[in-house]
């Protein structure tokens, strides 16, 4: 057997990363962000700026680049171009600073479905470097699961295991949250439960981005609309009565 050369290894270079868990800010700024597939323009020069107390809706027709962008928000993808600024700092100098500052929801629900309740926020509890015991115990209780903590989520409903994740998202108590149509396949019930714990996070002073293309659920629950279609921002206004027919003039009715 011929034996691989030994290398030495070569010093890491430590870059200026903020490192201090405690680093918080109350704006997120895009600034002429773009982001490119090949070809495709997926976002194009947006500028946006979100602050703390809102919940931002991004609306919008299927494809018009809203997971694009909370994909972008939430540092799982680059700028091509632009630059995406926390606070007064880019992701590039926060690195774990700023992920830990982040909860995500997606269409992809990241639970274990083998695992009880109780297990998989254990779980994550101790990827966020959380004591789990008192998180786990309260997340449970906010999302009404508390009596079926030791169950397999494999046996939940959709929006069961959607509470759940939403908790997940959570628990370490994130500045900016971003839901990406967290309202999927609830019921009324479940889509009543999200959206009151939506407008607590506001009022605690979180960040909220909220990406939909259904109007009857954003309209009364954001506080700001950003219309978006084609990767391009078209508008950036405060919410009010008649959000229908200002997305129809703006987007059409397709």
Do not use: C, W
């Not at 509890?125 to 030791?150: H, T």
């Amino acid at each position: 057997m011929v034996r691989q050369a030994h290398h030495e290894r070569k010093p890491v270079e430590r870059s200026n990363v903020v490192s201090d868990p405690r680093f918080d800010f109350d704006s997120v700024q895009l600034l002429d962000v773009s982001r490119h597939f090949g070809r495709r323009r997926a976002l194009s020069h947006i500028s946006l700026t979100l602050r703390s107390g809102e919940i931002v809706g991004l609306l919008g027709p299927n494809g018009a680049g809203k997971s694009t962008l909370i994909t972008t928000l939430a540092t799982l993808a680059a700028p091509t171009k632009g630059e995406v600024r926390y606070g007064d700092r880019s992701a590039r100098s926060l690195g774990a600073a700023l992920r830990i500052r982040i909860g995500l929801l997606a269409h992809e629900l990241h639970l274990y479905p083998e695992l009880s309740a109780r297990q998989n926020l254990t779980f994550f509890a101790e990827l966020y470097g959380l004591d789990p015991r008192g998180p786990v115990d309260a997340a449970l209780q906010s999302a009404g699961l508390f009596d079926r903590a030791d169950d397999p989520v494999d046996g939940f409903s959709r929006g069961m295991r959607q509470r759940l994740a939403l908790e997940r998202a959570l628990m370490h108590h994130p500045r900016l949250v971003l839901f990406d149509e967290p309202f999927t396949g609830l019921d009324d019930r479940a889509v009543a439960i999200v959206s009151d714990r939506l407008r607590r996070l506001a009022a605690e002073g979180a960040i909220v981005v909220l990406a939909t293309h259904d109007l009857d659920l954003a309209d009364g629950l954001v506080t700001r609309v950003a219309l978006i279609r084609d990767g391009r921002l078209l508008s950036d206004e405060p919410a009010a009565a008649g959000l229908r027919a200002r997305y129809r003039a703006l987007i059409g009715a397709a």
